[in-house]
T-cell receptor, first 115, second 111 residues
Framework: KAGVTQTPRYLIKTRGQQVTLSCSPI?????VSWYQQTPGQGLQFLFE???????NKGNFPGRFSGRQFSNSRSEMNVSTLELGDSALYLC??????????????FGPGTRLTVL | KQEVTQIPAALSVPEGENLVLNCSFT??????LQWFRQDPGKGLTSLLL?????REQTSGRLNASLDKSSGRSTLYIAASQPGDSATYLC??????????FGTGTSLTVIP
């Protein structure tokens, strides 16, 4: 079974630009969560999508948004990039059956550098 | 707000030694707890998942325990190997699917 895939693996952008990251979950997994990892703040939860709806949201500004498609693939968008947005962005998928929260499986991440 | 702490932040041991990594959390109303390892610049690999009703889980040389009432979990690694060198993270899931990660323990196993 293929794991969670994320594209692109590396991105370099400049301040003020916007960026879109993509995540394809494990086949059959309908929940996709996004996380930001930085040396200073560690791993922080951004949001979770399930059945094309955002179910949970972390404490991030509105510049961070996402969506999920009918095939469970998810995209995350960051607008008006700031230097502090430089981070490793990880997505994770899980089954999430009937409200039961299963094990999360992570992708390799997208390394975003904002210059 | 849930706070998850891992002690020690870094650990260096000789190959073959048994070791314990610690994870503590402030809010005991967790749904489950998951241990991960992360290699430099890579994503997270799931090691063990313990549901809130369970006391421990085992996988190969790894054993994780959970004491919800005291807000603690431990990850025991038996007969450590250089390939175990990585950062180990614990994460607690709360009702509502909020996920809180610990600060991580960087493990180095010396051959």
């Amino acid at each position: 079974k293929a794991g969670v895939t994320q594209t692109p693996r590396y991105l370099i952008k400049t301040r003020g630009q916007q960026v879109t990251l993509s995540c394809s979950p494990i086949s059959g997994h309908r929940s996709v969560s996004w996380y930001q990892q930085t040396p200073g703040q560690g791993l922080q939860f951004l949001f979770e999508y399930f059945s094309e709806t955002q179910r949970n949201k972390g404490n991030f500004p509105g510049r961070f948004s996402g969506r999920q498609f009918s095939n469970s693939r998810s995209e995350m968008n960051v607008s008006t990039l700031e230097l502090g947005d430089s981070a490793l962005y990880l997505c994770a998928s899980s089954l999430r059956e009937s409200g039961h929260y299963n094990e999360q499986f992570f992708g390799p991440g997208t390394r975003l550098t904002v210059l | 707000k849930q706070e998850v702490t891992q002690i020690p932040a870094a650990l260096s041991v000789p190959e073959g030694e048994n070791l314990v990594l610690n994870c503590s959390f402030t809010d005991s109303a967790i749904y489950n707890l998951q241990w991960f390892r992360q290699d430099p610049g890579k994503g997270l690999t799931s090691l063990l998942l313990i549901q809130s009703s369970q006391r421990e889980q085992t996988s190969g040389r790894l054993n994780a325990s959970l004491d919800k009432s005291s807000g603690r979990s431990t990850l025991y690694i038996a007969a450590s190997q250089p390939g175990d060198s990585a950062t180990y993270l614990c994460a607690v899931r709360m009702a509502g699917n909020q996920f809180y990660f610990g600060t991580g323990t960087s493990l180095t196993v010396i051959p």
